[in-house]
C-alpha cells in the first residue's frame, strides 16, 4: 500500500465566517473603485477617488436635511395596489410585494416635516430603489398631500426627484399623475409659498415634464442626468450626434435649465439660503 494513503491531513480550523455579506463593497459606476460600504455612508455616498455622487437612500438624505437628523413622516392614504390587473412576465402585485420587502416602504415616494435651518419645511423624496422611483398613482398622491400639507401649514415644500418616468403598470393612470401633481403645484403658487425641486439621478420621464421642473428653484447634484427620453433614443429620433455632457446637470445650468449644481455636502446649506431669501427671513 502507497504511504500517501496512511498520511490523515491535519484538521484545520476556519477562521473566516462560512458567509461573506454581499453588500460589503460597492463599485463606484463612474470610476470602477471598490469602495467600502461602511466609509461610503460615512462620506454621504461620494465615491472617494472620484467625487461621483452614487445615489443616497431616502433615510440618509432626510437625516442630512432636517436639524438634527429628527423629522416626522407624514402618513399617505393607502390606494388600490394593481387597479389595472397588470402582468407581464410577473404580477404586477407580486412586483410590489417584493420592493416592499426589500425597501421596507409602501411605494417610491416618503413625506416628511421637521425643520430646515430652524424653517419648518415639507419634503417629499422619490427612491429609485423602488421601481426606479417610477410615478404611479401612490406616487402622484403622496406629491399632492405634501403640496396640500404644505399649503395648510404655511409651510415651503421642497420635492427631491430620483426618477425613470412614468409606471407602466398603471398605464394611462400613471400619466395623468402629472397632471394631477402640476395642479397641486399650482396650490402652492397661489398662495405665495416656495417650492423648491432638488434635481438628483435620474430625473427624467413623466417626472421630468411635470412637477420637477416646475420649482421657484431648481437644484440638482453634481453630474446628475436630467432629462426627458434617454439619450440614445433623442440621438435615433433626430439622427445627430449630441453635445459632450448633454443632460448633465452642469450642462442645464449652463444653458438656463437649472439654478444651482451643488455637492451633496453642500445642499442644506444652500437650501437654507434659498428659504430664507425666498421667505425673507432677515435674522
Not at 491535519?10 to 463612474?30: F, G, Q, V, Y
Not at 470610476?31 to 461621483?52: A, N, P
Not at 433615510?59 to 407624514?74: A, I, S, T
Not at 398605464?171 to 405665495?192: C, F, H, P, V, Y
Request: proline share 3%.
Amino acid at each position: 500500500m502507497n504511504w500517501i494513503a496512511d498520511f490523515v491531513r491535519p484538521k484545520i480550523k476556519k477562521t473566516t465566517s462560512k458567509e461573506i455579506a454581499d453588500n460589503l463593497w460597492t463599485k463606484c459606476p463612474e470610476c470602477g473603485q471598490m469602495l467600502f460600504s461602511k466609509e461610503l455612508e460615512k462620506d454621504f455616498y461620494i465615491c472617494s477617488f472620484c467625487g461621483h455622487h452614487l445615489r443616497l437612500p431616502l433615510k440618509n438624505r432626510f437625516e442630512m436635511l432636517f436639524d438634527e437628523g429628527k423629522y416626522k413622516n407624514l402618513a399617505l392614504p393607502k390606494l388600490v395596489d394593481d387597479p389595472l390587473s397588470f402582468k407581464d412576465s410577473k404580477k404586477y402585485s407580486d412586483r410590489l410585494k417584493s420592493y416592499r420587502r426589500l425597501t421596507k416602504n409602501d411605494d417610491a415616494v416618503l413625506v416628511a416635516c421637521g425643520n430646515i435651518g430652524k424653517i419648518k419645511t415639507v419634503v417629499a423624496a422619490l427612491d429609485f430603489t423602488f421601481m426606479g422611483g417610477s410615478m404611479g398613482t401612490a406616487v402622484g398622491e403622496g406629491i399632492v398631500k405634501a403640496a396640500e400639507f404644505a399649503t395648510k401649514t404655511s409651510a415651503p415644500l421642497v420635492i427631491i426627484s430620483a426618477s425613470g418616468g412614468a409606471r407602466m403598470q398603471e398605464g394611462i393612470l400613471s400619466l395623468m399623475q402629472m397632471a394631477r401633481t402640476t395642479a397641486a403645484i399650482n396650490m402652492l403658487k397661489e398662495k405665495n409659498l416656495p417650492y423648491i425641486s432638488v434635481l438628483t439621478d435620474p430625473t427624467t420621464g413623466g417626472v421630468s415634464a411635470s412637477f420637477a421642473m416646475l420649482g421657484d428653484i431648481h437644484m440638482a447634484e453634481k453630474g446628475c442626468i436630467i432629462g426627458f427620453a434617454g439619450a440614445r433614443v433623442i440621438e435615433q429620433t433626430i439622427r445627430e450626434t449630441l453635445p459632450e455632457g448633454f443632460q448633465k446637470a452642469e450642462y442645464l445650468q449652463k444653458h438656463g435649465m437649472v439654478d444651482i449644481v451643488f455637492e451633496r455636502t453642500e445642499l442644506k446649506d444652500k437650501l437654507v439660503k434659498v428659504l430664507r431669501l425666498l421667505l425673507n427671513k432677515k435674522d
